[in-house]
């Protein structure tokens, strides 16, 4: 059983910062990316964020050059470093793993408020 859990959220002023943690546990494959998601209230969840195992990363436009996501292999954690936050980034973000045998793992969020 393979076991993510979130840490980071929080409440944060307009322009402020946040860096969220997901660390995995358990009977972990090798691991072949990992990402962020978020849900705002009434949306749809959106990928926010990915790392592959190599190191290439990809972001939504909606974050890009404000959000940085990155991994440490030996912790099988991964981060997202978010910058110049604003309200529409307001939403619970949830770590998802995917494995080489095409399992799918997630957290159960932490939620970022983005407000004055």
């Known amino acids: 059983q393979v076991q993510l859990v979130e840490s980071g959220g929080g409440l944060v002023q307009p322009g402020g910062s946040l860096r969220l943690s997901c660390a995995a546990s358990?009977?972990?494959?090798?691991?072949?990316?990992m990402d962020w998601y978020r849900q705002a209230p009434g949306k749809e969840r959106e990928l926010v964020a990915t790392i592959t195992s190599g190191g290439n990363t990809n972001y939504a436009d909606a974050v890009k050059d404000r959000f940085t996501i990155s991994r440490d292999n030996a912790k099988n954690s991964v981060y997202l470093q978010m910058n110049s936050l604003n309200p529409e980034d307001t939403a619970v973000y949830y770590c998802?793993?995917?494995?080489?045998?095409?399992?799918?793992?997630w957290g159960k969020g932490t939620l970022v408020t983005v407000s004055s």
């Open positions: 358990g009977s972990i494959f090798a691991i072949r990316a």
């Open positions: 998802n793993i995917r494995d080489y045998r095409g399992s799918n793992f």
